[in-house]
């Protein structure tokens, strides 16, 4: 392997940490820490976290601060209104590509999802289901985002979906708000497998409004 290929493939591995540990929560809404602590969090040559760091940066998910150190970006009701709001116009207009192009394979499997995860929720109180809700909650967004038919597009969306990310792992799923979410996105599946491109681009903007609200952020 030359030098070149080494390279590209630390500054991968490096990209790759850095993404997991802000998606799983180690790297936390605005957590400082120097590039030593971030090079032992995430066991990667500090050339290559480096990089990862300018990449993050440039998407709003990281800053660097002058005597500070690394800054993770902070889950402030500004952040939180824009980061849904380009959310929701991406999903809307996901879904209404979807519907004109009559794509809708994978929808009846996401409709089963939501249906099981809404009933478990409405019949036990109890249990943490908050991590199996980020990941079907997600599902529906990627199905819209892929819908897109646009790699510019995609790639906006999934740094999007990163700070999201960050923002739900400082304001998790309340066991009662699961339910709710769960009707609001059968409310938007519906209405893409009825092929009602109005109806969907509704339910969407109802969601958004509905997260807002829960987050606080209205």
Same mark, same amino acid.
């Given at each position: 392997?030359?030098?070149a290929?080494?390279?590209?493939?630390?500054?991968?591995?490096?990209?790759?940490?850095?993404?997991?540990? $802000?998606?799983?929560?180690?790297?936390?809404?605005?957590?400082?820490?120097?590039?030593?602590?971030?090079?032992?969090? $995430?066991?990667? &040559?500090?050339?290559?976290?480096?990089?990862?760091?300018?990449?993050?940066?440039?998407?709003?998910?990281?800053?660097?601060?002058?005597?500070?150190?690394?800054?993770?970006?902070?889950?402030? &009701? @500004?952040?939180?209104?824009?980061?849904?709001?380009?959310?929701?116009?991406?999903?809307?207009e996901?879904?209404?590509?979807?519907?004109?192009?009559k794509?809708?394979?994978?929808?009846? @499997?996401?409709?089963?999802?939501?249906?099981? $995860?809404?009933?478990?929720?409405? @019949?036990?109180?109890?249990?943490?289901?908050? &991590?199996?809700?980020?990941?079907?909650? $997600?599902?529906?967004?990627?199905?819209?985002?892929?819908?897109?038919?646009?790699?510019?597009?995609?790639?906006?969306?999934?740094?999007?979906?990163?700070?999201?990310?960050?923002?739900?792992?400082?304001? &998790?799923?309340?066991?009662?708000?699961?339910?709710?979410?769960?009707?609001?996105?059968?409310?938007?599946?519906?209405?893409?497998?009825?092929?009602?491109?109005?109806?969907?681009?509704?339910?969407?903007?109802?969601?958004?409004?509905?997260t807002?609200?829960?987050?606080?952020a209205?």
């Amino acid at each position: 392997m030359n030098q070149a290929n080494e390279v590209n493939l630390l500054a991968d591995k490096a990209q790759g940490a850095l993404w997991a540990a $802000l998606r799983s929560g180690r790297l936390q809404a605005g957590q400082f820490l120097s590039m030593t602590q971030l090079v032992q969090l $995430l066991d990667c &040559p500090i050339a290559a976290i480096r990089d990862a760091v300018k990449h993050a940066s440039s998407h709003g998910l990281l800053s660097t601060l002058p005597k500070r150190g690394i800054q993770v970006m902070e889950a402030r &009701p @500004e952040t939180i209104r824009d980061c849904l709001d380009f959310r929701m116009v991406l999903d809307q207009e996901g879904a209404r590509r979807r519907i004109a192009r009559k794509a809708f394979d994978g929808l009846r @499997e996401l409709r089963v999802q939501h249906a099981e $995860l809404q009933a478990a929720a409405r @019949e036990d109180s109890e249990s943490n289901l908050s &991590p199996r809700a980020i990941d079907v909650d $997600l599902s529906l967004h990627d199905f819209l985002a892929e819908g897109l038919g646009n790699s510019q597009l995609c790639a906006s969306y999934e740094a999007n979906r990163m700070r999201i990310a960050v923002i739900q792992n400082a304001r &998790p799923f309340l066991q009662v708000r699961i339910v709710s979410a769960m009707d609001e996105h059968l409310a938007v599946i519906d209405a893409v497998q009825q092929r009602d491109a109005k109806a969907a681009v509704d339910a969407i903007r109802y969601h958004y409004e509905q997260t807002l609200r829960w987050w606080g952020a209205v």
